[in-house]
């Protein structure tokens, strides 16, 4: 069965500070529908698999993209030459 976790689960987990886990969702660097979700009359609750696959794709130094742009948040790529907007995904 999938584990689903509270913002202050998964700071604990992470050794975080809550306030961090909601800088990151407000950033982008987690996603609503990948890494979190909001069911009505709860809180955001996060998928562990979810962040588990994002901290460790967040430990290679190479992820895989042959140019030279740089990741953003929000899933913009700085240098681009179409606007910055990732459409790779």
Known sequence: MEEY????????????????VKNKMASGIFRKGTHYFSPPGLGPRFKWSAVV??????????TGSDDDSIPMARGYQLGKSNGGIDTAQ
């Open 5 to 20: 976790l509270t913002i202050s689960a998964v700071a604990t987990r992470l050794g975080l500070k809550p306030k961090t």
């Open 53 to 62: 696959a994002w901290l460790e794709q967040s430990q290679d130094p190479h």
